[in-house]
């Protein structure tokens, strides 16, 4: 990656992280709802018997509740786990409560890594994914460490579904042909679809 990109994917993400945690908790719980209601319409989340959250970190869309209905609903429902702060390669892990997540790498909530519960990604139906902005192309910026993107690798774009605040979307970002794109972002104000 040349300076220039580095430097570029930097400002962005300093930007929009600094946005993001502009947020006020009554309204992350608010736009959330919506968001979840609008999951909620959609046929491939009503199909879908495994599913992928993130549990979410800081000022990121709150899927505590979107667990806690998946798994009421008899999903088998999976969230990212790292077996090491260093370790950058990514496992779904099965979880049936939110308590079963005790464990933080990078300060994010995680469940044990326990080879009977982790899941191989083509056995997950929808993965949703969390970012600190995405653009209407469906590229997403994380953190910068790359995991969700060596994870995603290879997999149909279609299965893939941001989950952002409205005010995180752009019209083009800094992207690299490793970076992979969402098919689908769902915000409180729409659903964009790639």
Same mark, same amino acid.
């Given at each position: !990656? ?12 300093? @930007? ?8 006020? !908790? ?30 979410s970190y800081g000022s990121e869309v709150i899927t505590d509740g979107m667990v ?11 969230? +990212? ?6 370790? @950058?390669? !990514? ?19 995680? +469940? @044990? ?9 083509d056995n997950i139906d929808l993965i949703f994914v969390p970012g600190l902005a ?6 997403? !910026? ?13 997999? +149909? ?18 992207? @690299? ?18």
């Amino acid at each position: !990656m040349s300076d220039y990109l580095k430097s570029e994917k930097r400002k962005v993400r300093y @930007e929009f992280l600094a946005l993001r945690n502009k947020i006020k !908790m009554d309204l992350a719980l608010n736009y959330s709802a919506v968001i979840f209601a609008k999951i909620q319409k959609l046929s491939a989340y009503n199909k879908a018997k495994t599913v992928m959250f993130y549990l979410s970190y800081g000022s990121e869309v709150i899927t505590d509740g979107m667990v806690n209905s998946a798994v009421n609903k008899r999903k088998t429902v999976v969230v +990212p786990a790292l077996k090491t702060f260093e370790d @950058e390669k !990514m496992y779904a892990v099965k979880i049936s409560r939110l308590e079963d997540a005790s464990q933080f790498v990078y300060g994010i909530r995680q +469940p @044990e890594i326990i080879p009977d519960n982790i899941i191989e990604r083509d056995n997950i139906d929808l993965i949703f994914v969390p970012g600190l902005a995405f653009d209407v192309s469906g590229y997403r !910026m994380g953190y910068g460490k790359g995991c969700y993107d060596r994870w995603l690798k290879n997999l +149909p774009s279609e299965k893939i579904i941001g989950l952002a605040y409205d005010f995180q979307i752009t019209g083009k970002l800094p992207s @690299e042909k490793y970076d992979i794109p969402v098919g689908i972002i769902i915000t409180e104000k729409r659903i964009i679809r790639n």
